[in-house]
């Protein structure tokens, strides 16, 4: 983080602390691959972060699904990650509309602990792959509403 964010820090060389977590997940092996196999650098990476085009920082995670599709590249680099996302976005079925949350959330549960160990073997070995990034995706959002849940009956 050193190395690189300090050069493209503002003029007080001030290091923004709430940025931090975006150079944490720079250290995953998929995030800092698909950086590198794109043809940017760590320090690209920095200005990335410095110019918020990685904002919210959770969209970090949405770099090695971005940065090799040309079209969602673009828009990265000219709106910022979570606009790009937004390519990837799948419409939701007038089936899933229909159903609760409650019903969704359960029938999510049962089809990944239906996921056959091979499958599974098949994620390991590419965690980049679309459905390890929605599920990673997934985990965080189930994560932060349920930290919310909690502090609010704490």
Request: net charge negative; proline share 5%; aromatic share 8%.
């Amino acid at each position: 983080m050193e190395r690189h964010y300090r050069k493209v820090i503002h003029e007080d060389g001030a290091f923004d602390a709430t940025r931090f977590s975006a150079f944490v997940e720079l250290q995953k092996p998929a995030v800092k691959q698909a950086i590198l196999k794109a043809g940017y650098t760590l320090d690209d990476f920095a200005k990335w972060v410095d110019q918020r085009l990685i904002d919210p920082l959770n969209t970090v995670r949405l770099l090695p699904r971005i940065l090799p599709n040309i079209q969602a590249r673009k828009v990265f680099l000219e709106d910022g990650a979570k606009e790009a996302a937004k390519l990837f976005d799948v419409p939701a079925s007038a089936s899933t509309q229909a159903l609760s949350l409650e019903e969704l959330s359960r029938a999510l549960a049962q089809k990944i602990n239906q996921m056959s160990w091979k499958d599974l073997e098949r994620l390991k070995e590419n965690p980049a792959h679309p459905i390890a990034e929605n599920l990673f995706e997934l985990k965080e959002t189930v994560d932060d509403i349920c930290q919310k849940i909690r502090d609010e009956g704490a």
